[in-house]
């Protein structure tokens, strides 16, 4: 059975937010800050700034910050000035791309980190029905339409309005949808694309040719489908933007679009600000008494199932198999609500039937069955850890609405309270001559004051006899816990 979906924006903050419940639950959360807009689906006129042989690919300038990397592969013929040369094995030649050639080109990866964005020249413009690829010769469904009579219906359509040389895939949400609205819109992205090439023959490169519409329209153009019962806003402007959209794609979807008023925010309504707390946490908790505990890293995300509270069972292999299944589901919801991605490592309790961890494994596929991101998954290996990957496209939730911790860098933890205390000895007794005779003030945060005062009274009186110094030590809450201050007045 489907799960009925809520698609749901708040006007409660500066940015931009989108949540995505599929029967109540957050399964999907979006942001997009004014001065931070996507870059991804932008189409330019870019220009070769370097062709790197062993990337196989250029890096192109397309006015931004950074130059975006292009690899050979996502070239189509057309795209060069002459017909490239073929290597051997009917690999393209390298050479065939040179330094100062304008190309068109589209971002398909926001860049991340030191890198640049990820560029494709196999340009394409997403609408609500379909996908319109103005290089490629192709009709394309959407692997989540299971019927056979409606895929054919689908292709039929296509066949009969699609131009020699033009690509179409139909999306998810073409499914039972009027022949007449996806006519409109191929028509309509056939426009757009007219328009790209005029712009393109005007302007010189770097020059930016088309950008994809506003953050709210992109989202309900991506997550509405036939599953969805409502679409939510707490805003009349956005309101009467989404209006005017579904007038245009999908008149039938009106009826589903609501305004939400009242002293509750509708984010707090349906429970989305504590649903992502929860999402930024290491640890979760199952109903069966087990947790999972989810830890990233730069290359890997670790996923680990432990037993947790566990009640003493006569059967304990049952209610291991419960605590997998639950927990299979919960970090399919986990990964896609994180936006985790690249390996993905799961480590489930252990079982001893090989057909129960094939079963967690098919749970954790099916709660990812609508998940927009591509995965795939190895085999549970020897050591019974299953690895996936998932598709990287934007920045992790963490990365949106975290940063790093300016305390402990990074790392989750800060130096104990034992090895600040020894740092402050050893800086003393560096300093013996200077402060001998001296009053000593030393402020410290207030968990390291606390420390002091239990732990360390002994060791203090000893160093103010041998020192010969009068210590004074006070906390002041606001400092940063691993560090300290010395200051030395005299008498």
Same mark, same amino acid.
């Given at each position: 059975?489907?799960?009925?979906?809520?698609?749901?924006?708040? $006007?409660?903050?500066?940015?931009?937010?989108?949540?995505?419940?599929?029967?109540?639950?957050?399964?999907?959360?979006?942001?997009?800050?004014?001065?931070?807009?996507?870059?991804?689906?932008?189409?330019?006129?870019?220009?070769?700034?370097? @062709?790197?042989?062993?990337?196989?690919?250029?890096?192109?300038?397309?006015?931004?910050?950074?130059?975006?990397?292009?690899?050979?592969?996502?070239?189509? %013929?057309?795209?060069?000035?002459?017909?490239?040369?073929?290597?051997?094995?009917?690999?393209?030649?390298?050479?065939?791309?040179?330094?100062?050639?304008?190309?068109?080109?589209?971002?398909?990866?926001?860049?991340?980190?030191?890198?640049?964005?990820?560029?494709?020249?196999?340009?394409?413009?997403?609408?609500?029905?379909?996908?319109?690829?103005?290089?490629?010769?192709?009709?394309?469904? $959407?692997?989540?339409?299971?019927?056979?009579?409606?895929?054919?219906?689908?292709? %039929?359509?296509?066949?009969?309005?699609?131009?020699? %040389?033009?690509?179409?895939?139909?999306?998810?949400?073409?499914?039972?949808?009027?022949?007449?609205?996806?006519?409109?819109?191929?028509?309509?992205?056939?426009?757009?694309?007219?328009?790209?090439?005029?712009?393109?023959?005007?302007?010189?490169?770097?020059?930016?040719?088309?950008?994809?519409?506003?953050?709210?329209?992109?989202?309900?153009?991506?997550?509405?489908?036939?599953?969805?019962?409502?679409?939510?806003?707490?805003?009349?402007?956005?309101?009467?933007?989404?209006?005017?959209?579904?007038?245009?794609?999908?008149?039938?979807?009106?009826?589903?679009?609501?305004?939400?008023?009242?002293?509750?925010?509708?984010?707090?309504?349906?429970?989305? *600000?504590?649903?992502?707390?929860?999402?930024?946490?290491?640890?979760?908790?199952?109903?069966?008494?087990?947790?999972?505990?989810?830890?990233?890293?730069?290359?890997?995300?670790?996923?680990?199932?432990?037993?947790?509270?566990?009640?003493?069972?006569?059967?304990?292999?049952?209610?291991?198999?419960?605590?997998?299944?639950?927990?299979?589901?919960?970090?399919?919801?986990?990964?896609?609500?994180?936006?985790?991605?690249?390996?993905?490592?799961? %480590?489930?309790?252990?079982?001893?039937?090989?057909?129960?961890?094939?079963?967690?494994?098919?749970?954790?596929?099916?709660?990812?069955?609508?998940?927009?991101?591509? $995965?795939?998954?190895?085999?549970?290996?020897?050591?019974?850890?299953?690895?996936?990957?998932?598709?990287?496209?934007?920045?992790?939730?963490?990365?949106?609405?975290?940063?790093?911790?300016?305390?402990?860098?990074?790392?989750?933890?800060?130096?104990?309270?034992?090895?600040?205390?020894?740092?402050?000895?050893?800086?003393?007794?560096?300093?013996?001559?200077?402060?001998?005779?001296?009053?000593?003030?030393? @402020?410290?945060?207030?968990?390291?004051?606390?420390?002091?005062?239990?732990?360390?009274?002994?060791?203090?009186?000893?160093?103010?006899?041998?020192?010969?110094?009068?210590?004074?030590?006070?906390?002041?809450?606001?400092?940063?816990?691993?560090?300290?201050?010395?200051? @030395? *007045?005299?008498?």
């Amino acid at each position: 059975m489907q799960s009925r979906t809520k698609i749901i924006f708040s $006007s409660y903050y500066e940015d931009f937010r989108c949540a995505l419940l599929e029967d109540d639950r957050l399964v999907e959360f979006y942001m997009e800050r004014p001065d931070v807009k996507s870059e991804v689906g932008r189409i330019y006129k870019g220009k070769v700034e370097n @062709v790197v042989k062993g990337l196989r690919g250029a890096f192109v300038n397309l006015g931004l910050k950074k130059n975006g990397f292009l690899p050979l592969a996502e070239i189509p %013929d057309e795209a060069f000035l002459e017909k490239p040369a073929i290597e051997q094995g009917g690999i393209r030649n390298i050479s065939s791309l040179q330094p100062g050639q304008e190309i068109l080109c589209q971002i398909v990866k926001e860049p991340m980190g030191d890198k640049g964005s990820r560029l494709t020249s196999y340009v394409h413009i997403p609408g609500h029905y379909l996908v319109y690829f103005p290089t490629v010769n192709r009709i394309g469904i $959407s692997q989540r339409i299971k019927s056979k009579k409606e895929r054919t219906r689908l292709r %039929d359509i296509i066949k009969r309005i699609k131009k020699e %040389d033009v690509g179409v895939i139909l999306r998810t949400a073409a499914e039972g949808a009027p022949e007449t609205y996806i006519i409109r819109e191929y028509e309509l992205l056939e426009e757009t694309y007219t328009a790209i090439q005029k712009k393109m023959e005007k302007t010189k490169a770097p020059a930016l040719l088309y950008e994809e519409e506003p953050f709210v329209l992109r989202m309900v153009r991506d997550l509405l489908t036939a599953n969805t019962e409502a679409i939510i806003t707490d805003s009349l402007e956005t309101y009467n933007l989404i209006l005017a959209y579904l007038e245009k794609i999908a008149p039938a979807s009106c009826s589903l679009l609501k305004l939400h008023q009242g002293e509750k925010g509708v984010f707090e309504k349906f429970k989305v *600000e504590e649903e992502l707390k929860k999402a930024l946490e290491r640890k979760i908790w199952l109903k069966s008494g087990g947790f999972i505990s989810i830890d990233q890293t730069e290359a890997i995300v670790a996923c680990d199932v432990n037993t947790g509270r566990f009640a003493r069972e006569e059967d304990p292999e049952t209610l291991i198999l419960q605590t997998n299944l639950e927990a299979a589901s919960e970090i399919a919801r986990q990964i896609r609500l994180r936006d985790l991605s690249g390996l993905i490592i799961i %480590d489930f309790i252990d079982m001893r039937e090989p057909k129960n961890m094939e079963r967690v494994v098919e749970e954790l596929k099916l709660c990812l069955e609508n998940d927009r991101a591509k $995965s795939d998954f190895a085999r549970i290996s020897r050591f019974g850890i299953l690895e996936m990957t998932r598709e990287k496209i934007r920045p992790t939730l963490f990365h949106s609405l975290l940063e790093e911790c300016p305390v402990c860098g990074g790392l989750g933890r800060i130096p104990a309270r034992y090895e600040i205390a020894v740092k402050i000895k050893k800086k003393l007794l560096a300093q013996a001559d200077e402060i001998k005779g001296k009053r000593v003030k030393i @402020v410290v945060s207030q968990p390291l004051y606390n420390y002091l005062l239990e732990k360390w009274s002994d060791k203090l009186e000893r160093m103010i006899k041998q020192l010969k110094i009068a210590l004074d030590i006070k906390p002041l809450p606001e400092l940063p816990p691993p560090d300290f201050k010395i200051m @030395v *007045e005299n008498y």
